[in-house]
Protein backbone atom coordinates (compact mmCIF):
# COMPACT_ATOMS: atom_id res chain seq x y z
CA UNK A 1 0.00 0.00 0.00
CA UNK A 2 1.69 3.48 -0.90
CA UNK A 3 2.29 5.80 2.30
CA UNK A 4 1.00 9.21 2.72
CA UNK A 5 2.05 11.10 -0.45
CA UNK A 6 2.67 14.45 -0.75
CA UNK A 7 3.08 17.18 -3.61
CA UNK A 8 5.30 19.18 -4.71
CA UNK A 9 8.33 17.81 -2.91
CA UNK A 10 10.44 20.91 -2.92
CA UNK A 11 8.83 24.35 -3.87
CA UNK A 12 10.39 27.79 -4.27
CA UNK A 13 8.33 31.11 -3.42
CA UNK A 14 9.04 35.15 -3.19
CA UNK A 15 7.26 37.28 -0.69
CA UNK A 16 4.00 38.11 -0.94
CA UNK A 17 3.03 34.91 -3.21
CA UNK A 18 0.25 32.05 -2.18
CA UNK A 19 0.82 28.49 -2.53
CA UNK A 20 -0.91 25.13 -1.97
CA UNK A 21 0.39 22.24 -0.77
CA UNK A 22 -1.47 19.24 -1.02
CA UNK A 23 -1.51 15.61 0.05
CA UNK A 24 -2.57 12.19 -0.05
CA UNK A 25 -3.68 10.04 2.91
CA UNK A 26 -3.12 6.37 3.75
CA UNK A 27 -5.91 4.70 1.92
CA UNK A 28 -9.01 4.20 4.63
CA UNK A 29 -7.37 7.19 6.92
CA UNK A 30 -10.18 9.39 7.27
CA UNK A 31 -7.78 12.14 9.34
CA UNK A 32 -5.07 14.27 8.27
CA UNK A 33 -3.32 16.87 9.70
CA UNK A 34 -0.98 19.42 8.92
CA UNK A 35 2.66 20.23 10.60
CA UNK A 36 5.45 23.24 9.89
CA UNK A 37 8.99 21.73 10.45
CA UNK A 38 11.30 25.34 10.62
CA UNK A 39 14.56 24.25 10.43
CA UNK A 40 16.39 22.70 13.50
CA UNK A 41 13.27 22.48 15.48
CA UNK A 42 10.47 19.99 16.12
CA UNK A 43 7.30 19.71 13.65
CA UNK A 44 4.09 22.08 15.02
CA UNK A 45 0.57 21.59 14.65
CA UNK A 46 -1.19 23.80 12.49
CA UNK A 47 -4.90 21.79 11.68
CA UNK A 48 -6.47 18.17 11.66
CA UNK A 49 -9.04 17.30 9.27
CA UNK A 50 -11.35 14.49 9.74
CA UNK A 51 -14.39 13.56 7.86
CA UNK A 52 -14.16 17.09 5.80
CA UNK A 53 -14.34 18.98 8.87
CA UNK A 54 -11.57 20.84 10.62
CA UNK A 55 -11.09 19.14 14.17
CA UNK A 56 -8.39 21.18 15.35
CA UNK A 57 -6.35 24.58 14.68
CA UNK A 58 -2.58 25.12 15.64
CA UNK A 59 -1.45 29.07 16.75
CA UNK A 60 -0.78 29.95 12.80
CA UNK A 61 -1.51 32.92 11.63
CA UNK A 62 -5.29 33.12 8.81
CA UNK A 63 -2.75 33.40 6.27
CA UNK A 64 -2.63 29.74 6.70
CA UNK A 65 -5.89 27.40 5.78
CA UNK A 66 -6.82 24.10 4.88
CA UNK A 67 -9.43 22.02 3.07
CA UNK A 68 -10.23 18.05 3.23
CA UNK A 69 -12.00 16.45 -0.30
CA UNK A 70 -14.08 13.58 0.00
CA UNK A 71 -11.51 11.10 -0.75
CA UNK A 72 -9.87 12.73 2.68
CA UNK A 73 -6.95 13.90 0.59
CA UNK A 74 -6.10 17.43 2.11
CA UNK A 75 -4.42 21.07 0.92
CA UNK A 76 -2.83 23.43 2.53
CA UNK A 77 -2.71 26.53 1.27
CA UNK A 78 -0.46 29.86 2.58
CA UNK A 79 -1.34 33.48 1.60
CA UNK A 80 0.92 36.46 1.13
CA UNK A 81 3.74 34.40 2.22
CA UNK A 82 7.17 35.83 4.47
CA UNK A 83 10.38 34.67 4.44
CA UNK A 84 9.59 33.33 8.07
CA UNK A 85 7.11 30.70 6.25
CA UNK A 86 10.26 28.82 4.87
CA UNK A 87 10.19 25.30 6.24
CA UNK A 88 9.09 21.37 5.57
CA UNK A 89 5.55 21.09 5.97
CA UNK A 90 4.84 17.97 6.89
CA UNK A 91 1.58 15.75 6.35
CA UNK A 92 0.66 12.91 8.67
CA UNK A 93 -2.90 10.99 8.43
CA UNK A 94 -4.27 8.17 10.62
CA UNK A 95 -7.14 5.99 11.63
CA UNK A 96 -7.81 8.55 14.48
CA UNK A 97 -9.28 6.27 16.99
CA UNK A 98 -7.80 7.34 20.27
CA UNK A 99 -4.58 9.15 21.53
CA UNK A 100 -2.13 6.65 21.03
CA UNK A 101 -3.38 6.24 17.17
CA UNK A 102 -0.21 6.03 15.22
CA UNK A 103 0.29 8.69 12.77
CA UNK A 104 1.88 8.28 9.21
CA UNK A 105 3.41 10.98 7.84
CA UNK A 106 4.29 11.77 4.37
CA UNK A 107 7.99 12.99 3.45
CA UNK A 108 7.20 16.86 3.70
CA UNK A 109 7.07 19.84 1.06
CA UNK A 110 10.41 21.66 1.31
CA UNK A 111 9.02 25.66 0.95
CA UNK A 112 11.63 28.10 0.61
CA UNK A 113 10.00 31.67 0.41
CA UNK A 114 12.63 34.36 -1.19
CA UNK B 1 4.87 27.24 26.02
CA UNK B 2 7.16 24.67 25.36
CA UNK B 3 5.17 21.69 26.73
CA UNK B 4 8.10 18.83 25.86
CA UNK B 5 12.22 19.46 26.53
CA UNK B 6 14.59 17.71 25.22
CA UNK B 7 18.07 16.89 25.81
CA UNK B 8 20.72 16.78 24.60
CA UNK B 9 20.07 18.95 21.86
CA UNK B 10 23.13 17.22 19.51
CA UNK B 11 24.81 14.49 20.15
CA UNK B 12 27.72 13.10 18.23
CA UNK B 13 29.51 9.79 19.03
CA UNK B 14 31.32 6.59 17.80
CA UNK B 15 30.11 3.77 16.04
CA UNK B 16 29.86 0.78 19.31
CA UNK B 17 28.80 3.25 21.90
CA UNK B 18 26.03 3.71 24.24
CA UNK B 19 23.64 6.75 24.54
CA UNK B 20 20.55 8.00 26.12
CA UNK B 21 18.23 10.44 25.08
CA UNK B 22 15.86 12.54 27.74
CA UNK B 23 12.51 13.89 26.88
CA UNK B 24 10.67 15.94 29.94
CA UNK B 25 7.26 17.90 30.41
CA UNK B 26 6.25 19.38 33.74
CA UNK B 27 2.65 17.85 32.97
CA UNK B 28 1.76 14.75 33.73
CA UNK B 29 0.85 13.14 29.94
CA UNK B 30 -1.28 10.10 29.60
CA UNK B 31 0.81 8.18 27.03
CA UNK B 32 4.04 9.12 24.71
CA UNK B 33 4.97 8.55 21.72
CA UNK B 34 9.11 8.37 20.21
CA UNK B 35 9.29 9.49 16.51
CA UNK B 36 12.62 9.34 14.33
CA UNK B 37 12.88 11.51 11.30
CA UNK B 38 15.60 11.27 8.66
CA UNK B 39 17.30 13.95 6.77
CA UNK B 40 14.76 14.33 3.92
CA UNK B 41 11.91 12.48 5.49
CA UNK B 42 8.85 12.59 7.59
CA UNK B 43 9.11 11.42 10.94
CA UNK B 44 8.66 7.79 11.95
CA UNK B 45 7.08 6.30 14.84
CA UNK B 46 9.22 4.17 17.08
CA UNK B 47 6.97 3.10 19.80
CA UNK B 48 4.17 4.44 22.14
CA UNK B 49 4.64 4.26 26.14
CA UNK B 50 1.42 4.20 27.92
CA UNK B 51 1.68 3.41 31.34
CA UNK B 52 4.28 4.58 34.13
CA UNK B 53 7.58 2.92 34.70
CA UNK B 54 7.13 0.89 31.51
CA UNK B 55 9.99 -0.15 29.62
CA UNK B 56 9.62 -1.51 26.14
CA UNK B 57 12.52 -2.62 23.79
CA UNK B 58 12.80 -2.63 19.87
CA UNK B 59 16.43 -4.50 19.04
CA UNK B 60 19.23 -2.16 20.29
CA UNK B 61 16.47 0.42 21.37
CA UNK B 62 15.43 0.39 24.77
CA UNK B 63 11.95 3.38 25.48
CA UNK B 64 11.23 3.78 29.47
CA UNK B 65 8.48 6.10 30.46
CA UNK B 66 9.24 7.74 34.13
CA UNK B 67 6.87 6.47 37.09
CA UNK B 68 5.25 9.72 37.30
CA UNK B 69 4.77 10.28 33.62
CA UNK B 70 6.37 13.23 33.37
CA UNK B 71 9.71 12.18 31.49
CA UNK B 72 11.16 9.34 29.23
CA UNK B 73 13.80 8.24 28.13
CA UNK B 74 15.53 6.54 25.21
CA UNK B 75 18.68 4.47 25.38
CA UNK B 76 21.03 2.99 22.54
CA UNK B 77 23.13 -0.20 22.72
CA UNK B 78 25.85 0.00 20.58
CA UNK B 79 24.78 2.76 18.38
CA UNK B 80 25.42 2.06 14.43
CA UNK B 81 25.77 4.94 11.71
CA UNK B 82 21.88 3.83 10.59
CA UNK B 83 20.67 5.47 14.08
CA UNK B 84 21.65 8.78 12.09
CA UNK B 85 18.82 11.05 12.84
CA UNK B 86 16.06 13.65 14.84
CA UNK B 87 14.97 11.27 17.62
CA UNK B 88 11.41 13.53 18.85
CA UNK B 89 9.16 12.84 21.56
CA UNK B 90 5.43 13.31 21.21
CA UNK B 91 2.30 13.58 22.82
CA UNK B 92 -1.73 13.83 21.81
CA UNK B 93 -3.34 16.71 22.75
CA UNK B 94 -6.77 15.43 22.31
CA UNK B 95 -8.73 12.18 22.51
CA UNK B 96 -8.64 11.53 18.67
CA UNK B 97 -5.27 11.26 17.85
CA UNK B 98 -4.12 13.40 15.94
CA UNK B 99 -3.00 17.03 17.85
CA UNK B 100 0.75 16.14 18.65
CA UNK B 101 3.15 18.25 20.18
CA UNK B 102 6.63 17.72 19.49
CA UNK B 103 9.60 17.97 21.63
CA UNK B 104 12.46 20.16 19.70
CA UNK B 105 14.40 16.93 19.12
CA UNK B 106 17.98 15.38 19.91
CA UNK B 107 19.72 14.99 16.58
CA UNK B 108 22.06 11.81 16.94
CA UNK B 109 24.78 11.53 14.61
CA UNK B 110 26.68 8.25 14.43
CA UNK B 111 30.16 8.29 12.99
CA UNK B 112 31.59 4.70 11.47
Known amino acids: DAGVTQSPTHLIKTRGQQVTLRCSPI?????VSWYQQVLGQGPQFIFQYYEKEERGRGNFPDRFSARQFPNYSSELNVNALLLGDSALYLCASSLARGPNTEAFFGQGTRLTVV | TQLLEQSPQFLSIQEGENLTVYCNSSSVFSSLQWYRQEPGEGPVLLVTVVTGGEVKKLKRLTFQFGDARKDSSLHITAAQPGDTGLYLCALNRDNYGQNFVFGPGTRLSVLP
Open chain 1, 27 to 31: SGHKS
